[in-house]
């Protein structure tokens, strides 16, 4: 299995622009998970899905992040408009199953200028 | 408030030694916690995971202990070698659950020939 895909695997944008951020899961997962990692605020869960709906949203910091799973072998994680403070490393991780290990993607990392 | 402590400190070992690191936790529960490891540029791995009940779990030279009074987990790697050189984070999920994990900022570790 190839594991958790991300892409893109770096994102270079001006601020105010539309940033999209892509995550294939492992096949058969049924959890998927975005998170954000920084050095201030270390690794933060921003949402999770099960079955391809969002259960848990209450870390996502805004209104203008956003995330969708169209279906079970993709998600997106969308923020508009970006602002400098949102650049990070954004990590897509799945399960298998309630309580099951979770396998990180290789992150995509994001700089908004 | 509830957090989770790690060493800030990078920790450096000389190649065979024990590297022992500790991840204090208040305010919380927890009815488990997982220990990951994480390289440069790439997303954290899974490694062990000990449950409330469990006072130490064992993987090949990695053993964890949990003392829920102490509200400690303490990491240790055996005959260390340089390829263990890395981030290792501790996380846990406050609501006993198994999704909504909270990580700490990690401690780096760094084994030296």
């Known amino acids: 299995d190839a594991g958790v895909i991300q892409s893109p695997r770096h994102e270079v944008t001006e601020m105010g622009q539309e940033v999209t951020l892509r995550c294939k899961p492992i096949?058969?997962?049924?959890?998927l998970f975005w998170y954000r990692q920084t050095m201030m605020r270390g690794l933060e869960l921003l949402i999770y899905?099960?079955?391809?709906?969002?259960?848990?949203d209450s870390g996502m910091p805004e209104d203008r992040f956003s995330a969708k799973m169209p279906n079970a072998s993709f998600s997106t994680l969308k923020i508009q408009p970006s602002e400098p403070r949102d650049s990070a490393v954004y990590f897509c991780?799945?399960?298998?199953?309630?309580?099951?290990?979770?396998?990180f993607g290789p992150g995509t990392r994001l700089l908004v200028l | 408030s509830q957090k989770i402590e790690q060493n800030s400190e990078a920790l450096n070992i000389q190649e065979g030694k024990t590297a022992t690191l500790t991840c204090n936790y208040t305010?919380?529960?927890?009815?488990?916690l997982q220990w990951y490891r994480q390289d440069p540029g790439r997303g954290p791995v899974f490694l062990l995971l000990i449950r409330e009940n469990e006072k130490e779990k064992r993987k090949e030279r990695l053993k964890v202990t949990f003392d829920t009074t102490l509200k400690q987990s303490l990491f240790h790697i055996t005959a260390s070698q340089p390829a263990d050189s890395a981030t290792y984070l501790c996380?846990?999920?406050?609501?006993?659950?198994?999704?909504?994990?909270?990580f700490g900022a990690g401690t780096r570790l760094a084994v030296h020939p």
């Open positions: 305010n919380y529960s927890p009815a488990y």
């Open positions: 996380a846990l999920d406050p609501l006993g659950g198994y999704n909504k994990l909270i």
């Open positions: 899905f099960n079955n391809n709906v969002p259960i848990d």
């Open positions: 991780a799945s399960s298998q199953g309630q309580g099951k290990t979770q396998y």
């Open positions: 096949s058969g997962h049924d959890y």
